[in-house]
């Protein structure tokens, strides 16, 4: 079984699409594929998650919240009919990182 099937044991489609990147996290090379699976809470529509894989181990990588995938729709999707509840705002940590190492732009708003 692979690493994806056994995340996914309880769908009956769970497949890596087209795209994965490569990353390096703590010297470790960490594969990002992008997924779909079914949701059963829509129905079964196919959504998209980006499962982690370690290149070294072979072995899921969880998500700092101790999750075996990341889910966009669990994360960042709605069913609501409220037009504020569909905006979303995605801090780019690295740029902020970036402002609070560097004095001189203590100046201009990070977020």
Do not use: C
């Not at 994806?4 to 990002?32: K, M, N, Q, R």
């Not at 997924?35 to 998500?63: F, H, R, W, Y």
């Amino acid at each position: 079984m692979t690493p994806i099937e056994e995340v996914f044991a309880g769908s009956s489609f769970a497949y890596a699409t087209h795209t994965f990147d490569l990353v390096d996290i703590e010297g470790e090379t960490i594969a990002l594929y992008m997924t779909q699976v079914e949701d059963a809470d829509l129905n079964k529509a196919k959504i998209d998650v980006v499962v982690a894989i370690s290149m070294v181990t072979g072995d899921i990588v969880p998500t700092l919240a101790g999750k075996p995938y990341f889910s966009i729709w669990d994360e960042l999707g709605t069913t609501s009919t409220i037009p504020s509840d569909s905006v979303h705002m995605v801090r780019d940590d690295l740029y902020l990182t970036q402002f609070l190492a560097n004095p001189s732009r203590r100046g201009v708003s990070a977020l």
